[in-house]
């Protein structure tokens, strides 16, 4: 039995309808029995089908919503190679990040102390041992307000802070690098999202109020914040992504010329 051919009479409504032309196609690809699978409609349909050379609604419905799968297979797979490739890039961001000097590591224990016993016996004139005299050199700041950060650091907040002064010293850090105009988009996303990690860390562990406020937040207005924050965090780390995706893209355009 011969197959009837996609508008083999002629039926001019056959011709210029983008679905029919993607039913021909389909069957030239596949051929009758799979394509009537893929459409979801019967062999025999497709056949009737083809020979009146139109498409019927039920059949204009098939070719659609397989056309709109498809679509959808293919786009999910270029997002799941695109996203491999941001996983790479992310990894390849933070082990850059990894291999320089932490920034915190200095300022975590105050630098004056260290220094000071070596040359600290020449100017004393007390007979007080010299680990009382260095500290002694780091006086507890006087604070009002203990609880709320200083966008500066001082001499002896440690004392002060205790076991958030890490935190607090990368987040001057990573602040001002994020304010800096001169990096690229990627380093300043990747800072905003640092950034965003510290501040959730200093408010709800530490319960800490940053600046610029000067008086300490109450339990409710911490709560606020800390949901702002997550919000903040949510979106810079969407902001990260597509930085590494427009990095990648570029790199790709300008043959890896351009890296930032």
Not at 61 to 86: F, G, P, Q
Not at 96 to 122: F, G, L, V
Request: charged share 30%; net charge neutral; aromatic share 4%.
């Amino acid at each position: 039995m011969n197959e009837p051919q996609p508008g083999g009479d002629g039926n001019p409504d056959a011709d210029g309808d983008p679905l029919f032309a993607a039913l021909t196609a389909l069957i030239q690809a596949e051929g009758q029995p799979q394509a009537a699978q893929l459409l979801d409609v019967s062999e025999r349909t497709l056949q009737r089908t083809l020979a009146a050379g139109r498409l019927t609604g039920p059949m204009r419905d098939a070719l659609e919503r397989h056309r709109l799968s498809t679509e959808r297979d293919e786009a999910l797979a270029r997002a799941k190679t695109l996203e491999a490739r941001v996983e790479a890039l992310t990894a390849e961001l933070r082990e850059a990040r990894t291999d320089q000097p932490e920034p915190a590591s200095e300022p975590d224990t105050p630098a004056a102390p260290r220094e000071a016993p070596p040359s600290a016996p020449a100017p004393v004139k007390s007979t007080a041992p010299p680990l009382i005299g260095a500290k002694r050199q780091a006086a507890k700041p006087r604070r009002r307000w203990p609880q709320v950060v200083t966008p500066e650091p001082e001499q002896g907040e440690e004392l002060v802070y205790g076991t958030a002064t890490p935190l607090i010293v990368e987040w001057r850090h990573v602040r001002a690098a994020h304010l800096d105009r001169s990096r690229s988009r990627v380093e300043r996303a990747a800072d905003e999202v640092r950034m965003r990690e510290l501040e959730l860390a200093l408010i709800g562990e530490h319960e800490l109020t940053l600046p610029p406020e000067t008086y300490p937040w109450d339990e409710f207005r911490r709560r606020d914040q800390l949901g702002h924050r997550a919000v903040a965090l949510r979106d810079a780390r969407a902001e990260r992504r597509w930085a590494l995706c427009w990095r990648f893209l570029r790199r790709v355009l300008t043959l890896g010329v351009r890296r930032r």
